[in-house]
Nanobody, 114 residues
Framework: QVQLVESGGGLVQPGGSLRLSCAYS????????MGWDRQAPGKQRDLVAR???????NYADSVKGRFTISRDNAKNTVYLQMNNLRPEDTAVYYC????????WGQGTQVTVSS
């Protein structure tokens, strides 16, 4: 059984940075594509970033150049480094693992406000 636990969210001022972490427990972390989605109040859940087992990445246009996804297969962890945060980045951020099935964490709140 796959479990995902996010951490690192919080309140930050516009222009600030946060790093989210997602700890994976289960088998064969290395075969899973990992990613982050986010959901703002009253809006649908949207892709933020993905990283394949081989390390290829893709990003939503709104975060390109500001966010970086990475994975540490030795630690079974995926990260999302978020720089130059904007108020519109405010959302609950969810970690995702995909290999045959989708798995989701419970989410971590990110609030960007002055």
């Amino acid at each position: 059984q796959v479990q995902l636990v996010e951490s690192g969210g919080g309140l930050v001022q516009p222009g600030g940075s946060l790093r989210l972490s997602c700890a994976y427990s289960g088998v064969s972390f290395g075969v899973y594509a990992m990613g982050w989605d986010r959901q703002a109040p009253g809006k649908q859940r949207d892709l933020v970033a993905r990283i394949t087992p081989g390390g290829n990445t893709n990003y939503a246009d709104s975060v390109k150049g500001r966010f970086t996804i990475s994975r540490d297969n030795a630690k079974n962890t995926v990260y999302l480094q978020m720089n130059n945060l904007r108020p519109e980045d405010t959302a609950v951020y969810y970690c995702n693992a995909f290999f045959l099935n989708d798995y989701w964490g419970q989410g971590t709140q990110v609030t960007v406000s002055s």
